[in-house]
């Protein structure tokens, strides 16, 4: 099974950071090609927000995050970061880190093709 530990969420008012963290094993980290973020507001689709490889660069940023947030991983850790910064209420969600995913999700951030999800970490940001 799986494993996708996040951590980071909270709440911040607009302009703030946050940082959140998503830990997996060192076995899962080694096999799965391409890692992410995904956010979920109520009533709204789950959608992608960052991808990353997790041997190298990011992938896929959804374009009201690009400038923004930033996304990296770190393999002696097994962990991925999503950076976010000059947050508005508009990214106020569930977020949700992903792994085991097709190339939908991992080039385009669609969720239908995500294999394995965390626990999700709710991000709050006030006006």
């Known amino acids: 099974e799986v494993q996708l530990v996040e951590s980071g969420g909270g709440s911040v008012q607009a302009g703030g950071s946050l940082r959140l963290s998503c830990a997996t094993s060192a076995y899962t980290f080694s096999r799965t090609n391409c890692m992410g973020w995904f956010r979920q507001a109520p009533g709204k689709e789950r959608e992608g927000v960052a991808t990353v490889y997790t041997r190298g660069e990011s992938v896929y940023y959804a374009d009201s995050v690009k400038g923004r947030f930033t996304i990296s991983q770190d393999s002696a850790k097994s962990t991925v970061y999503l950076q976010m910064n000059s947050l508005k209420p508009e990214d106020t969600a569930m977020y949700y880190c992903?792994?085991?995913?097709?190339?939908?999700?991992?080039?385009?951030?669609?969720?239908?093709?995500?294999?394995?999800w965390g626990q999700g970490t709710q991000v709050t940001v006030s006006p």
């Open positions: 992903a792994a085991d995913m097709g190339y939908e999700a991992c080039w385009y951030g669609r969720s239908h093709s995500v294999g394995s």
